[in-house]
T-cell receptor, first 108, second 113 residues
Framework: GIQVEQSPPDLILQEGANSTLRCNFS?????LQWFHQNPWGQLINLFY???GTKQNGRLSATTVATERYSLLYISSSQTTDSGVYFC??????????FGAGTTVTVRA | ETGVTQTPRHLVMGMTNKKSLKCEQH?????MYWYKQSAKKPLELMFV???????ENNSVPSRFSPECPNSSHLFLHLHTLQPEDSALYLC????????????FGPGTRLLVL
């Protein structure tokens, strides 16, 4: 099956800092989503981004499908940004395969 | 609030018990999913239903039995589970199954003793 690798596995930030999370995948995909999982387990979808660039407030994402990677940018980080960020891809429409996640801790 | 609810939020059960997890979506979606999230492992897709029909069973043991009576409700019936089945069980829904954003419920945290 498709391989999804996320880096770094852990990230500690000072409030106000910027950061970049990376997702590499091993095959072409029809679907790529970024999710944030809060400490209580709730997964919130951030972006549906199989290609191109999108922005939503302090978050933005870019997927370069031809090179099989996606980046999630967090700017001016806040403590509420803490949690686990997952990249999920799908080569065949609905079988999302998740990466292992990046655990982000933002310190005040 | 994502429009997908799950009950119960926490469940402790013995290996001989039978219990059910419930998921309801209020988004008018046609596809629903069950995922399992174990500690230190990526989320694993378990089942997919599209228009109430099961379209995917990802080699899940028969002690997990899904039921989808309509497009808004999804159940996961549990019986004779093992301690290694302890995990967070997440339900999701999407408009269709093709290139659609999936919306997740808050999950049921299951502990099997």
């Amino acid at each position: 099956g498709i391989q999804v690798e996320q880096s770094p596995p852990d990230l500690i930030l000072q409030e106000g800092a910027n950061s970049t999370l990376r997702c590499n995948f091993s095959d072409s995909v029809n679907n790529l989503q970024w999710f944030h999982q809060n400490p209580w387990g709730q997964l919130i979808n951030l972006f549906y981004i199989p290609s191109g660039t999108k922005q939503n407030g302090r978050l933005s994402a870019t997927t370069v499908a031809t090179e099989r990677y996606s980046l999630l940018y967090i700017s001016s980080s806040q403590t509420t940004d803490s949690g686990v960020y997952f990249c999920a891809v799908d080569p065949s429409d609905y079988k999302l395969s998740f990466g292992a996640g990046t655990t982000v801790t933002v310190r005040a | 609030e994502t429009g997908v609810t799950q009950t119960p939020r926490h469940l402790v059960m013995g290996m001989t018990n039978k219990k059910s997890l419930k998921c309801e979506q209020h988004l008018g979606h046609n596809a629903m999913y069950w995922y399992k999230q174990s500690a230190k492992k990526p989320l694993e897709l378990m089942f997919v239903y599209n228009f109430k029909e099961q379209t995917e069973n990802n080699s899940v043991p028969s002690r997990f039995s899904p039921e989808c009576p309509n497009s808004s409700h999804l159940f996961l019936h549990l019986h004779t589970l093992q301690p290694e089945d302890s995990a967070l069980y997440l339900c999701a829904s999407s408009q269709g199954t093709s290139r659609e954003t999936q919306y997740f419920g808050p999950g049921t945290r299951l502990l099997v003793l």
